[in-house]
Structures are given as C-alpha cells and as structure tokens.
C-alpha cells in the first residue's frame, strides 16, 4: 500500500474544501502550499489585466516563493497536487512546489477546481518542474459535489 499526501493551492478556499475531501477519501496526509507573499484581491481578479495571475501567464519564469516545506515527501509513492485551473494552465506556484523536491519515481495526480477552463496543456506545462521518471497523471475536476464514496474509488484507482 502506497503512502499519499494530498498537497494544494487554494486562492480562494474553493480548493481546499476540494483537497480535504480527498485526503479524507483516499486516506492521505493534507498539505497546504502556501506563497511567501499571499495573493490579493485584485491578483486574483481574471477581469484586471495587471493582476498577478495574468502576469504568472505572460511570464512563465515568475515563481512565487512557498513558506513551508514538506518535511517528508521521500516517505510519499503518490502525490495529488491540487490547484484552481486558471486560463488553462496550473498557477506557477505549484511548479515552484514540484521543482522544490526530487520526486523521481513517484506518481503525481492533478486535480483541479475550475470556473470554466478544463486542465489544457497543464500535464505538459509541468512536466518540465519534475524529473524524467516522475508520473504526472492528469486527474479530476473536483467542481461541485462529488461523494466521499466516488473520491475513494478514484483515489484508489488512479494511485494503483
């Protein structure tokens, strides 16, 4: 049996509700990825051209810096990485997440919450931040309701 963490970035809290039904389904540990510097109001506003998460998109080498680490990610076979899909593509902070570890040979799941967009090139956009023999495994769109019974028959489906 694999052990799991269930690590997320959430703008919003939308995303958070998501990663602890999860962690709670499939039997895994919670973590949160926190920036530095948190995101404001007017970063977060997809209509505002100056925000943060229309300069993340023009600028891909931007990456916000995270306060925690994960202490034990060497103990972790699979890793749900959650985050809210914006314009298609994850936000940068979760290739600064994935960059900041060897995660050689383990098993990366995405999941996402979503207003709109579905994952796009996401899985392509972040394999670069993680080695060659690392899975990254495009999930699910945790929106609306989904059944503790539903999360934990796909949690242990796609970690297997």
């Known amino acids: 049996m694999s052990k799991k963490l269930v690590a997320y970035f959430s703008a919003s809290g939308v995303?958070?509700?998501?990663?602890?039904?999860?962690?709670k389904a499939a039997d895994a540990d919670l973590f949160e990825i926190k920036p530095v510097q948190p995101?404001?109001?007017a970063d977060l506003d997809w209509m505002?051209?100056?925000?943060?998460?229309?300069?993340e998109m023009a600028d891909k080498?931007?990456?916000?810096e995270i306060a925690e680490k994960v202490s034990n990610m060497a103990d972790y076979d699979v890793i749900f990485v959650g985050f809210p899909i914006w314009w298609y593509v994850a936000p940068t902070i979760i290739n600064t997440f994935l960059e900041q570890y060897d995660l050689s040979g383990k098993k990366i799941v995405l999941f996402a919450?979503?207003?709109?967009?579905g994952f796009g090139k996401t899985v392509e956009?972040?394999?670069?931040?993680?080695a060659a023999d690392t899975i990254i495994k495009e999930g699910k769109l945790l929106n609306g309701s989904i059944s503790e019974a539903e999360l934990?028959?796909?949690?242990?489906?796609i970690a297997e």
Not at 15 to 23: D, H, I, P, S
Not at 152 to 157: G, I, P, V
């Open 15 to 23: 995303t958070a509700k998501a990663a602890g039904k999860l962690a």
């Open 39 to 41: 995101y404001t109001r």
């Open 48 to 55: 505002n051209k100056k925000s943060r998460s229309s300069i």
């Open 61 to 64: 080498s931007s990456r916000p």
């Open 113 to 117: 919450t979503s207003g709109g967009s």
């Open 125 to 130: 956009n972040l394999k670069g931040s993680v």
């Open 152 to 157: 934990r028959a796909w949690a242990k489906e």
